[in-house]
Structure formats: C-alpha cells, structure tokens
C-alpha cells in the first residue's frame, strides 16, 4: 500500500480573487463540462489558497497566464492536472508551486442543501 503525499499550499501574491487577500479562501462558477459529471457548469465551487492537497484533490493552477480547475494526480515526481471529462488532455505540472487553491466545497446555486465537501 501506498502512502499518500500530502502537500500544503501557500497562498501566491499574484493571485487575483477579485479583491481579496491572497490568504483568503474564494468562490469560482464552473463555466465550461471539462470537470462534468463530478462538477456541473454553473456550479459554485469554494478554493482554499491555504489549503492541503494531496493526490486525487481538485485544484485551482496556474501555468503561464492561465488558471484551470482540473484534478492533482501525483505519480512519484511526476506532478499532472487532469479533466473528470476524458475529452480533455491531462497537463503537465512543474510541481506545488503551480498550484494557487485546493477546492473544498461544491454548491448548487439557490440550492442551500445541495453542497459536497472536499475535505
């Protein structure tokens, strides 16, 4: 059996959350069916910058200019974000430091019983 690496994450400076500071935790709208049947579009999801991940997690990145909300998959040294949906190519990690948030909560909007925790 395997034991899982578990990685803290530390908030980055440059992340722009709409205002808040870089520490704080924040709420994005799934836009698009890369991460569906798991997250659906124009489903609320709340990212702790100073979250714990570990294989398996769902995360906020940041490579290059962009910012993707896909699934950590760690294999040894190899870092890689993938999509739920498997139309979508998996990416290339350079490792934490790429990561900005760990999601810990899906909401349903206007739905105030339909969450699931990630933690």
């Given at each position: 059996m395997t034991e899982k690496k578990i990685i803290p994450?530390?908030?980055q400076n440059?992340?722009?959350?709409g205002g808040c500071s870089s520490d704080e935790p924040f709420a994005l709208m799934v836009l698009?069916?890369?991460m569906e049947p798991e997250f659906l579009?124009?489903?609320?999801?709340?990212?702790?910058?100073?979250?714990?991940?570990?294989?398996?997690?769902?995360?906020?990145?940041?490579?290059?200019?962009?910012?993707?909300?896909?699934?950590l998959r760690i294999n040894g040294d190899h870092w890689q974000m993938t999509a739920v949906n498997p139309a979508y190519p998996p990416i290339d990690?350079?490792?934490?430091?790429?990561?900005?948030?760990?999601?810990v909560l899906k909401k349903k909007p206007g739905r105030r019983k339909e969450?699931?925790?990630y933690v």
């Open positions: 994450i530390q908030p440059e992340v722009d959350s698009d069916d890369k579009h124009g489903d609320i999801i709340v990212c702790e910058p100073e979250g714990v991940a570990q294989d398996g997690s769902f995360i906020i990145a940041k490579i290059g200019t962009e910012y993707y909300f896909r699934q990690l350079q490792g934490k430091e790429d990561i900005v948030a760990v999601v969450q699931k925790s």
